[in-house]
């Protein structure tokens, strides 16, 4: 089997895992589907630019560090202090690990929540706060998701051109 062909099925494979990568958790998606046009450049068929892979490439490392940040990010714009800032950087870091995939969405928003409690705020206070985690991380995972089918076009149109 020609390389090329293999690079192109696993650059493919890659670009899907990425997109699905966005939603679940446990898998990096951005990266992922970084990873599979990256391989398509590795072809004979397909040479992206210097240029296109390096902007992609800062890109993705933004992506990625902004989908940590926005849940904490949500939580202050929606009235946390302190402590329900780290209650839910504390939730993205434990919700990695715990619950998968679910654990990501659910730990920032009761660690905003806790955070808010131990700080004393009212009930309804704390609820605002982990609401704002909620969305910082709903943010995040829309932005994912742009990027991601950017990739994907990129990948598909070349493909498509190898192709017709």
């Known amino acids: 089997m020609d390389i090329d062909i293999i ?22 998606g951005v990266p992922l589907s970084y990873a599979g046009i990256f391989l398509m450049h590795l072809t004979s068929k397909v040479e992206f630019s210097v240029q296109f892979l390096v902007l992609w490439a800062i890109v993705v490392i933004i992506v990625q560090i902004l989908d940590f940040y926005i849940p904490v990010w949500g939580t202050q714009k929606f009235g946390g202090g302190k402590k329900g800032i780290w209650g839910s950087a504390v939730g993205v870091i434990f919700g990695l690990f715990f619950l998968q995939p679910f654990g990501i969405i659910i730990f920032p928003f009761v660690g905003a929540v806790i955070g808010e409690l131990i700080d004393e705020k009212e009930f309804k206070v704390a609820l605002k706060a982990g609401f704002g985690a909620f969305l910082g991380f709903m943010a995040g995972t829309i932005i994912k998701l742009v990027v991601a089918f950017i990739l994907a076009f990129y990948f598909f149109k070349e493909l498509f051109t190898i192709i017709f």
């Open 7 to 28: 690079l192109l099925i696993a650059g493919a494979i890659l670009i899907i895992l990425g997109i699905a990568g966005c939603i679940l958790p446990v898998l990096p």
